[in-house]
């Protein structure tokens, strides 16, 4: 639970000053502890570097026999030659001596006349096991008992056309790896020694008389007393050292590098003395206080600081809360939340309230179109209207005089037959004047209760003989179970416009299987009505002429325009709606939707 500031930070202080009080108490065995950790660490280092610094010194041994292996005259061991060959390697202070033997290990020539007391002791047989080798071999000390040893041998096989010819050795100083050990800076109490696989001392930096070329008692290398991370080991010169070990690649040779537990003592008394000062224990308590409290604050501060940037970015999610370090930091965190939870709501209600406008703003256009379509054809209706009504009288006149005409019996053949089309085109042209005449003028019958299921049987029976005729497949599916108010013989006109204009429609396409659909169903208080054909639809340029009179795809002289711009007045004046939309199929579905009949 969140508490105030001043309050922690009186506890974190009293905490603090405990610690100090305990700290004090064991300082002196936990400083030698860390100490003789630090020492250890650092002599790991040191023997690494060690490591590295004579591997690199075996390096030069290899690229110099790299060279002299690949002379000529040494690979024919060429007594004569070799000497020359061999004295280059001399110039460099690390190699004593070299010598080039046979497979049997005796010598052929020496880069300089051999010491008996040093190169004498070099064996034979070791030099023929050392021309078996792959690899370069490292050999014991050269130097004959009890004379000190100055040098330890390197072989190098020398091959040549694939196979083995001889033995390259090249003696290197100890004199030479103690002057590279004393170079390196290493602290004044170290000691590094370097002991070969076989556990004798090859090289130290320190104390080496007498050392160097003795075996290393079993004892050295075995734990005394353990000291965390630290091993705390015996030593050639009698004291107790903390060592470390690193391994040299070439050789199996080994170094080892040790610090007297004396300094290790030395520096944690001091650092003890110094901790038991009162001033700098207060400091240190301070210091500690301040930085864990301030970190708490940082961490409060840095949650707040990324929620803040999420918000600033658009991210208007709840920030996940955390622990707060006081009270006032935990209030802010609920205010910054509750604000942009407020602020996320705020968005949802505007962009809410921006999807209503848009959808009202085009609910508005599409009711604008309406009107302007509807005052458009109420104007044209009312042309029409006129229109026909002039033209009525004269077609009524010549029809019945041509009727007249065919009475008489006296008339030829031929103008029987052309009175016969007279009248046929006479009669047509006065159904579309009274289609006309309907499409300009509401109709007067009175409406009555009408399923539509019955308007389509009724008008399918019309049209059956037709449809087969014509390989069109029907499908019916009235859903429909609500009446609505209408004239029969109108919604019979207006769906048999729409069943003509569909067949036609699929006579024109030439396409696959030809098919026809009715459907009603009951929608939201409405009886709706569609029919679909399996055609080619509406080009898209044409959906908004589809109900004007006298727009026709048709031929000419197979359609007036007039049919569907009479079926929209039709639906029009029985407060419906009429419409096309385009089947998913590819073809074409026109449907209207009349008011469900009120009950009586």
Excluded: C
């Excluded at 604008?368 to 379509?373: G, L, P, T, Y």
């Excluded at 399918?460 to 179970?481: C, F, K, N, S």
């Amino acid at each position: 639970m969140a508490q105030p500031l001043r309050r922690q930070i009186l506890l974190i202080t009293a905490a603090v000053l405990v610690v100090i009080g305990a700290m004090m108490a064991s300082s002196a065995y936990l400083t030698y502890r860390q100490e003789v950790a630090q020492i250890d660490a650092g002599a790991h280092t040191m023997a690494a570097t060690v490591a590295v610094a004579v591997d690199r010194t075996f390096a030069a041994a290899d690229a110099a026999a790299e060279v002299l292996v690949s002379e000529p005259s040494i690979q024919a061991l060429d007594a004569g030659a070799i000497p020359s060959a061999l004295r280059a390697v001399l110039a460099n202070p690390l190699f004593r001596n070299a010598v080039i033997t046979d497979l049997g290990g005796r010598p052929v020539a020496w880069a300089a006349p051999p010491d008996p007391a040093v190169e004498g002791t070099l064996a034979a047989d070791w030099m023929a096991a050392a021309g078996r080798h792959e690899t370069p071999s490292f050999g014991p000390l050269l130097g004959a008992a009890p004379a000190r040893p100055r040098a330890v041998l390197i072989a190098y096989p020398i091959r040549r056309l694939g196979r083995t010819v001889g033995v390259l050795g090249l003696s290197i100083r100890l004199a030479a790896l103690r002057d590279g050990l004393v170079s390196l800076p290493i602290p004044e109490p170290a000691v590094i020694t370097i002991v070969d696989g076989g556990g004798t001392v090859i090289a130290r930096n320190r104390r080496w008389q007498g050392v160097v070329g003795q075996s290393m008692p079993l004892e050295i290398g075995r734990a005394l007393v353990s000291h965390g991370p630290a091993v705390v080991r015996a030593s050639l010169d009698g004291d107790t050292q903390i060592a470390a070990t690193a391994t040299i690649p070439r050789g199996g040779w080994t170094v080892r590098v040790g610090v007297p537990t004396s300094v290790a003592w030395a520096l944690a008394m001091h650092i003890y003395q110094r901790n038991f000062r009162i001033l700098v224990g207060i400091t240190i308590g301070i210091l500690i206080t301040v930085f864990v409290f301030a970190r708490r604050l940082l961490r409060g501060v840095a949650h707040l600081e990324r929620a803040a940037d999420r918000v600033k970015d658009g991210e208007l999610s709840t920030p996940a809360r955390r622990p707060m370090p006081t009270t006032e930091f935990a209030r802010l965190q609920d205010a910054f939340v509750s604000m942009v939870d407020g602020q996320r709501q705020a968005q949802a209600a505007i962009a809410a309230q921006v999807d209503e406008e848009r959808r009202i703003r085009t609910e508005l256009q599409s009711l604008q179109q309406q009107v302007v379509r509807q005052e458009r054809l109420a104007a044209i209706g009312v042309l029409v209207s006129g229109l026909a009504h002039e033209l009525n009288n004269p077609l009524q006149a010549v029809l019945g005089l041509a009727e007249l005409l065919l009475v008489r019996g006296d008339l030829p053949g031929d103008a029987r037959t052309d009175l016969g089309l007279i009248v046929r085109e006479s009669e047509r042209a006065s159904g579309i004047v009274r289609n006309l005449k309907r499409f300009g003028q509401p109709q007067t019958s009175e409406p009555v209760p009408v399923r539509l299921g019955d308007v389509i049987a009724s008008t399918i029976e019309l049209r059956r003989h037709d449809l087969e005729g014509e390989g069109i497949a029907l499908a019916v599916d009235d859903r429909a179970t609500s009446a609505v108010l209408a004239v029969f013989t109108e919604l019979q006109q207006v769906l048999l416009n729409l069943v003509i204009n569909a067949e036609q429609a699929m006579g024109r396409d030439g396409r696959g299987p030809r098919r026809l659909a009715i459907r009603t169903a009951d929608v939201d208080g409405r009886v709706q009505l569609e029919v679909e054909d399996s055609g080619p639809g509406v080009v898209a340029g044409d959906v908004s002429k589809l109900f004007q009179p006298f727009f026709t795809t048709k031929p000419v002289g197979e359609g007036t325009g007039l049919g569907l711009s009479v079926s929209y007045g039709i639906i029009l004046a029985h407060g419906g709606e009429i419409g096309y939309r385009p089947s998913p199929e590819g073809g074409a579905i026109f449907f209207f939707s009349l008011p469900v009949a009120p009950p009586r």
